[in-house]
Structures are given as structure tokens and as C-alpha cells.
């Protein structure tokens, strides 16, 4: 069984910089493409940033392109996401996610494509 949990959520300050780790274990780190998904109060769930099984491709939405950044450590099961510049807008749930994937370059977007999901750690930006 696939677990994914993630780690990194609290209250920080607009402008600060925040890291999310999500730790993977149960399954074979380097077959799973992962990605990071976030949930605001009263709206959907929606893409923030994906990265390739090895790691070289990575994917953005526009509203994180140029401040977030995604990386994986393939030796520690782990995904990380580097927050910078955060704004209240960011303030959310944030959730990692696994997908089974053949390619070894692909990074996906959809939520979808995903099997496994973490519980999600809390990020707040407060003015």
C-alpha cells in the first residue's frame, strides 16, 4: 500500500518562503511520477506543480511559475516543494500526489492521473 505524507504547512508571513516535503513509502519511488495539488476554503482542488519519475521534467501552474519549485530525491522517497514570494492567495491545503507512469520523462497536470494521494498539510499566508 502506497502511503504519501506530507510535512512543511504553517503560518507564514506574505513575502516569506515556505518548503513542503511528502514522503512516499509502500511502493517503488522511482515508477511514480509526483505532484503537488492545493485546496483553498470553498473552491475546488486545483494543480500546482508536477515533476517527471526522473526527475528532469516539471510542470507549473501560472500562478506559482517563477516563485515555487519543484525537486525530487530519489534516494529519500521524497518530493519536494520550495515556496517563495508566498502571497494570501497561496493559503491552502496542500496535497502531494503519485501516479503510476511508464514514462520516466512525463510530469502530469491532471488530478486524474493520479493514484495516490497524501492528507495534505495546511499552509496559511497571513497579511
Known amino acids: 500500500q502506497v502511503q504519501l505524507v506530507e510535512s512543511g504547512g504553517r503560518l507564514v508571513q506574505v513575502g516569506d518562503s515556505l518548503r513542503l516535503s511528502c514522503v512516499v513509502s509502500?511502493?517503488?519511488?522511482?515508477?511514480?511520477?509526483m505532484g503537488w495539488f492545493r485546496q483553498a476554503p470553498a473552491k475546488g482542488r486545483e494543480f500546482v506543480s508536477a515533476?517527471?519519475?526522473?526527475?528532469?521534467?516539471?510542470r507549473y501552474s501560472d500562478s506559482v511559475t517563477g516563485r515555487f519549485t519543484i525537486s525530487r530525491d530519489n534516494v529519500k522517497n521524497t518530493v519536494y516543494l520550495q515556496m517563495n514570494s508566498l502571497e494570501p492567495e497561496d493559503t491552502a491545503n496542500y496535497y502531494c500526489?503519485?501516479?503510476?507512469?511508464?514514462?520516466?520523462?512525463?510530469?502530469?497536470?491532471?488530478?486524474?492521473?493520479?493514484?495516490?494521494w497524501g492528507q495534505g498539510t495546511q499552509v496559511t499566508v497571513s497579511s
Open positions: 500526489a503519485a501516479a503510476n507512469s511508464q514514462y520516466e520523462d512525463s510530469a502530469y497536470y491532471v488530478q486524474q492521473r493520479y493514484n495516490y
Open positions: 509502500g511502493g517503488t519511488f522511482t515508477n511514480v511520477a
Open positions: 515533476i517527471s519519475r526522473n526527475g528532469i521534467t516539471t
